[in-house]
């Protein structure tokens, strides 16, 4: 990215389903929770790690949290990001 600061480390700690959590949701909870709200986190967490890679200095570190266990919040968003700065060789 053209960002002029760059950071040696930086934690994407990005709003998720939450779905790691489920066994504590409350019955209101449960009744307010659908996929299509779910579904659309993924392109939200794909903007905030794009932008974290974009920040992050050459040889720096980049932290992917969330308190999900969904692949599409976890495994698809970085591999997302990934191919959509330049792919895996960008990266060693």
């Given amino acids: 990215g053209g960002y002029k600061l760059k950071f040696d480390r930086v934690l994407a700690d990005v709003p998720c389903s939450g ?3 489920l066994r504590k949701l409350s ?6 929770w659908n996929v299509k709200h779910h579904l659309n986190l993924h ?7 794009i932008r ?6 050459k040889g720096g570190r980049v932290v992917y ?5 969904d692949p599409i919040e976890n495994e698809a968003v970085v591999v997302s990001a ?6 895996p060789s960008v990266y060693k």
């Avoid at 019955?27 to 307010?32: A, G, I, R, T």
């Avoid at 974290?52 to 200095?57: P, T």
């Avoid at 990934?82 to 792919?87: D, E």
């Fill in 43 to 49: 392109k939200l967490q794909l903007r905030l790690l």
């Fill in 27 to 32: 019955s209101k909870e449960w009744d307010q």
């Fill in 52 to 57: 974290a890679l974009e920040i992050v200095k």
């Fill in 65 to 69: 949290s969330t308190c999900s266990l």
């Fill in 82 to 87: 990934i191919a959509r700065l330049g792919g």
């Fill in 19 to 21: 779905d790691g959590t």
